[in-house]
């Protein structure tokens, strides 16, 4: 029998290195950057199996006969359970309980560094990789050979199809790509034959991805390899056969999630509306980003992802300047050219009648000139006049921002950087400013559920800390400390606890107050006792 709960697989490779013995060894799996898997991690749940994963594929020393040709191989390093997620998008405690498997997987594999696999009916393959990793019940090889995919490979007397190598190639890419960019992977691994015979290779490879392909996530027409983002852009990628149906997703939702004021929430709601872009600004710790997409959601009405863009800005500045090796080039309307904005805007021209959310995270992190350029000088749409709206097709030299989109900046109030962004985020934006919960109706009822005479004294503690916070003039109340320190207890121990001080409110006390020894041991004198 399969197991109800979830099953994460996860990669052991991070940057070239194998990181198993160091996640066994300290029970955990993190991740050491942040990106577009942090909402995933945050799902999973304590209880979810877990199998460390490292990925490759392999034409030599395969223990069965594949004429030679490559086989995308997983090696299964070890399997646990989810004892703790610390929800933060990048680490979880795992209890590990076989650790040295080394046992290789065929065929059906996925590169990304983060894969949910549940028990599907409709899809025998999800449950033959469940009990291979989890049940030690080994792996059908024939029964793969002879799926239609890789049995079409196997039967290609050598000459390697279009498809096949597009597919390989979009899994090396990350399961999406630009279209020049799985060209050039394709020039690159030069395995096909028509580069060497046909000039025109780049167009075979375009009208192939036509042909296997449908418009979009959302919907899939019989057995499609691939999906294109948008109906004019050119970012393809692999096709999900077994797509899930969207959820239903409301504002009581969103209250069951967060917590959050209701006048709060309508102040947000309303301002968006009628100014289309605004900023969400907070100290470290009262959510913004976990509410931001919620928040979405819940105007949505459904957890539809395809109207839903998230950007963390330094992050996705950091890894383009890497990937384009070359740290000197102009980035002048950063955002617009080389970034998601202008083909989301596209998506939401071909889609009027649904609304669409661009979410910044991390709005004052980095240079907005450098990044957006004359690009923010749009955001304050209600007096902007654009010649170019009554067009279908965006483009840099044509752009404009759609009605249909609204914008929503987070800013972090503790960033000391943000004093002169803030002067000309200002001019652009208008802001909303969320307000640690801890007096908050949910919040309140939520600790008192856990019926824990600690974690009360802490919280208290925590809101006597911040008045000082707020009264001192070097710092104020953006600098306050936030609710989500306390979030997602599950049965709370001493060491909940002092993981909640010790590594989420100390750092922030040692970073205001450097200068200040007596009244920083002070505070944390004060914290420690509350929970010894």
């Given at each position: 029998?399969?197991?109800?709960?979830?099953?994460?697989?996860?990669?052991?490779?991070?940057?070239?290195?194998?990181?198993?013995?160091?996640?066994?060894?300290?029970?955990?799996?993190?991740?050491?950057?942040?990106?577009?898997?942090?909402?995933?991690?945050?799902?999973?749940?304590?209880?979810?199996?877990?199998?460390?994963?490292?990925?490759?594929?392999?034409?030599?020393?395969?223990?069965?006969?594949?004429?030679?040709?490559?086989?995308?191989?997983?090696?299964?390093?070890?399997?646990?359970?989810?004892?703790?997620?610390?929800?933060?998008?990048?680490?979880?405690?795992?209890?590990?309980?076989?650790?040295?498997?080394?046992?290789?997987?065929?065929?059906?594999?996925?590169?990304?560094?983060?894969?949910?696999?549940?028990?599907?009916?409709?899809?025998?393959?999800?449950?033959?990789?469940?009990?291979?990793?989890?049940?030690?019940?080994?792996?059908?090889?024939?029964?793969?050979?002879?799926?239609?995919?890789?049995?079409?490979?196997?039967?290609?007397?050598?000459?390697?199809?279009?498809?096949?190598?597009?597919?390989?190639?979009?899994?090396?890419?990350?399961?999406?790509?630009?279209?020049?960019?799985?060209?050039?992977?394709?020039?690159?691994?030069?395995?096909?034959?028509?580069?060497?015979?046909?000039?025109?290779?780049?167009?075979?490879?375009?009208?192939?991805?036509?042909?296997?392909?449908?418009?979009?996530?959302?919907?899939?027409?019989?057995?499609?390899?691939?999906?294109?983002?948008?109906?004019?852009?050119?970012?393809?990628?692999?096709?999900?056969?077994?797509?899930?149906?969207?959820?239903?997703?409301?504002?009581?939702?969103?209250?069951?999630?967060?917590?959050?004021?209701?006048?709060?929430?309508?102040?947000?709601v309303k301002l968006l509306k009628e100014k289309r872009s605004i900023i969400i600004k907070g100290a470290p710790g009262?959510?913004?980003?976990?509410?931001?997409?919620?928040?979405?959601?819940?105007?949505?009405?459904?957890?539809?992802?395809?109207?839903?863009?998230?950007?963390?800005?330094?992050?996705?500045?950091?890894?383009?300047?890497?990937?384009?090796?070359?740290?000197?080039?102009?980035?002048?309307?950063?955002?617009?050219?080389?970034?998601?904005?202008?083909?989301?805007?596209?998506?939401?021209?071909?889609?009027?009648?649904?609304?669409?959310?661009?979410?910044?995270?991390?709005?004052?992190?980095?240079?907005?000139?450098?990044?957006?350029?004359?690009?923010?000088?749009?955001?304050?749409?209600?007096?902007?006049?654009?010649?170019?709206?009554?067009?279908k097709k965006i483009s840099v030299e044509n752009f404009y921002i759609p009605e249909n989109i609204y914008i929503l900046?987070?800013?972090?109030?503790?960033?000391?950087?943000?004093?002169?962004?803030?002067?000309?985020?200002?001019?652009?934006?208008?802001?909303?400013?969320?307000?640690?919960?801890?007096?908050?109706?949910?919040?309140?009822?939520?600790?008192?559920?856990?019926?824990?005479?600690?974690?009360?004294?802490?919280?208290?503690?925590?809101?006597?800390?911040?008045?000082?916070?707020?009264?001192?003039?070097?710092?104020?109340?953006?600098?306050?400390?936030?609710?989500?320190?306390?979030?997602?207890?599950?049965?709370?121990?001493?060491?909940?606890?002092?993981?909640?001080?010790?590594?989420?409110?100390?750092?922030k006390l040692e970073e205001y107050w450097s200068n200040e020894e007596t009244r920083l041991q002070d505070w944390k004198?004060?914290?420690?006792?509350?929970?010894?």
């Open positions: 029998m399969l197991s109800n709960e979830s099953n994460w697989f996860l990669s052991a490779n991070f940057e070239g290195e194998d990181l198993t013995s160091r996640f066994i060894k300290k029970g955990i799996w993190e991740k050491n950057t942040s990106d577009k898997y942090d909402d995933m991690v945050n799902t999973i749940q304590v209880g979810d199996r877990v199998a460390l994963k490292v990925t490759h594929n392999q034409k030599e020393n395969i223990p069965f006969d594949y004429k030679g040709k490559i086989v995308s191989v997983m090696e299964i390093k070890a399997t646990g359970v989810v004892i703790k997620n610390y929800n933060n998008g990048k680490k979880i405690s795992v209890k590990w309980s076989k650790t040295d498997l080394n046992k290789n997987w065929y065929f059906f594999t996925y590169m990304r560094s983060i894969w949910k696999v549940e028990q599907n009916s409709k899809n025998w393959m999800c449950d033959a990789l469940l009990d291979f990793t989890f049940n030690d019940k080994p792996q059908d090889i024939n029964r793969f050979k002879n799926e239609p995919y890789w049995k079409s490979r196997l039967n290609s007397k050598g000459k390697i199809l279009c498809e096949n190598e597009i597919f390989e190639v979009l899994n090396i890419l990350g399961g999406e790509a630009q279209l020049s960019s799985i060209q050039d992977e394709i020039q690159k691994r030069n395995r096909l034959e028509m580069i060497r015979v046909n000039p025109d290779w780049r167009a075979v490879v375009r009208f192939t991805l036509q042909r296997f392909s449908s418009d979009s996530k959302s919907f899939a027409h019989g057995e499609d390899l691939f999906y294109r983002k948008s109906f004019s852009s050119d970012i393809w990628g692999l096709r999900d056969l077994d797509m899930e149906k969207i959820e239903l997703y409301s504002k009581e939702h969103f209250f069951s999630e967060v917590y959050m004021k209701t006048s709060k929430y309508d102040e947000i009262v959510g913004k980003s976990y509410i931001a997409d919620r928040l979405v959601f819940s105007l949505l009405g459904e957890k539809n992802k395809n109207r839903v863009e998230i950007v963390k800005l330094n992050e996705y500045f950091s890894e383009q300047n890497r990937l384009n090796g070359n740290a000197e080039k102009n980035y002048n309307d950063f955002l617009l050219t080389e970034g998601c904005f202008l083909a989301f805007s596209q998506k939401a021209v071909e889609d009027t009648g649904n609304d669409y959310y661009f979410i910044i995270d991390g709005i004052n992190r980095e240079n907005l000139n450098t990044i957006m350029g004359d690009l923010i000088l749009l955001f304050k749409r209600e007096t902007h006049n654009n010649q170019f709206k009554r067009q900046g987070m800013m972090d109030t503790a960033d000391k950087s943000m004093l002169l962004l803030d002067q000309t985020l200002q001019r652009h934006f208008n802001f909303v400013e969320l307000e640690p919960a801890f007096n908050c109706e949910g919040f309140v009822r939520y600790i008192d559920s856990k019926k824990n005479v600690k974690l009360n004294q802490l919280v208290q503690q925590v809101q006597k800390l911040n008045l000082e916070i707020e009264k001192d003039q070097s710092l104020g109340n953006g600098f306050r400390i936030g609710h989500n320190h306390f979030c997602n207890i599950n049965n709370v121990s001493e060491g909940d606890l002092l993981m909640i001080t010790t590594f989420g409110i100390f750092p004198r004060n914290l420690y006792e509350t929970i010894k």
